[in-house]
């Protein structure tokens, strides 16, 4: 069974720092492009970053760009998401998503990705 299991969010104070994890089991992540999405309260969910198999390429998010740091462990089979600068605005749920594709110009379309996790909660408050 393919599934895929984020851990890392927690409650941060503004100015902080986490690092989500993305495991694989049933798959090997390599083969596929893994995103990072987000979705807040009342907001349709977003993409955060992606990096493609083999990291061919990594795109982000403007909001998030110089701040998280998106990266693969092949030995772990996890794809993390270093995330600095925290702020009120990325409180969110995060969700990684993994499919067999490049990050292309649609990178950050939900219906990219065939494969989700269930989420972790990242809280930024003072």
């Known amino acids: 069974q393919l599934q895929l299991v984020e851990s890392g969010g927690g409650l941060v104070q503004p100015g902080g720092s986490l690092r989500l994890s993305c495991t694989a089991s049933?798959?090997?992540?390599?083969?596929?492009?893994i995103g990072w999405f987000r979705q807040a309260p009342g907001k349709e969910r977003e993409g955060v970053s992606c990096?493609?198999?083999?990291?061919?390429?990594?795109m982000y998010a403007d909001s998030v760009k110089g701040r998280f740091t998106i990266s693969r462990d092949n030995a772990k089979n996890t794809v993390y998401l270093q995330m600095n600068s925290l702020n009120s605005e990325d409180t969110a749920v995060y969700y990684c998503?993994?499919?067999?594709?490049?990050?292309?110009?649609?990178?950050?379309?939900?219906?990219?990705?065939?494969?989700w996790g269930q989420g972790t909660q990242v809280t930024v408050s003072s």
């Open positions: 998503a993994a499919e067999r594709h490049f990050c292309g110009p649609n990178w950050g379309s939900t219906n990219m990705y065939h494969y």
């Open positions: 049933g798959f090997t992540l390599d083969y596929y492009a």
């Open positions: 990096i493609s198999t083999r990291d061919v390429n990594i």
